[in-house]
């Protein structure tokens, strides 16, 4: 079946340092692929998304490439902030999975001044 | 402004008590969602309906109801029957289900059982 495995949190980073979330995936077909934020207490916005293989997602300075090769979409961005301390969610999207968005269980990040 | 608003934000239910929490979008999207988040287990799909008067049930639609009468709202009601209802609910909506289509959620409601 389709699955999105996250890496565990929590993530604690010293303000400015390099940031990578791993996130794989298991799907039958050509899944779209997606990265959500949840700031505290809020909900969900989403902040980047691929949807074929070799796409590469970018929103406030982070990044993710769709590789089918790893079936991996790992989150990075190069100088974290403050404001990025947040819940970071991947997600899936295949058609023959009844049409449904299947998740990850979300990894904390928590970036120190 | 278009968004997804949740209401209330903070409910508190007594044992046996339904309880409704009320989500309406204005941004002529089809498809709408309700999620239930609970620490550590990430988001877990409740009810979802694709056009006005027709739902289906999600992952964890037990002790849960919905309804879908008019396209910019979605409530959900807690049951009784729904044991452990403490949580922090998420709805959210997107143009139609397809590949690629961002899924936009309100700010969440939280529910807690005295």
């Known amino acids: 079946g389709n699955s999105v495995t996250q890496m565990e949190g929590p993530v604690t980073l010293s303000e400015e340092a390099f940031l990578t979330i791993n996130c794989t995936y298991t799907?039958?077909?050509?899944?779209?692929l997606f990265w959500y934020v949840q700031y505290p207490g809020e909900g969900l916005q989403l902040l980047l998304k691929?949807?074929?293989a070799d796409d590469k997602g970018s929103n406030k300075g982070f990044e993710a490439t769709y590789r089918k090769e790893t079936t991996s979409f790992h989150l990075e961005k190069g100088s974290v902030q403050v404001s990025d301390s947040a819940v970071y969610f991947c997600?899936?999207?295949?058609?023959?999975?009844?049409?449904?968005?299947?998740w990850g269980l979300g990894t904390s990040l928590a970036v120190n001044p | 402004d278009g968004g997804i608003t949740q209401s209330p934000k903070y409910l508190f239910r007594k044992e046996g008590q339904n309880v409704t929490l009320s989500c309406e979008q204005n941004l002529n999207h089809d498809a709408m969602y309700w999620y239930r988040q609970d620490p550590g287990q990430g988001l877990r799909l409740i009810y979802y309906s694709q056009i006005v008067n027709d739902f289906q049930k999600g992952d964890i639609a037990e002790g849960y109801s919905v309804s879908r009468e008019k396209k910019e709202s979605f409530p959900l009601t807690v049951t009784s029957a729904q044991k452990n209802p403490t949580a922090f609910y998420l709805c959210?909506?997107?143009?139609?289900?397809?590949?690629?289509?961002?899924?936009?959620f309100g700010e969440g409601s939280w529910l807690t059982v005295v």
């Open positions: 799907a039958t077909g050509y899944p779209s």
């Open positions: 959210a909506s997107s143009i139609s289900q397809g590949p690629g289509n961002t899924i936009y």
């Open positions: 691929a949807t074929k």
């Open positions: 997600a899936l999207y295949n058609a023959g999975n009844n049409r449904k968005l299947i």
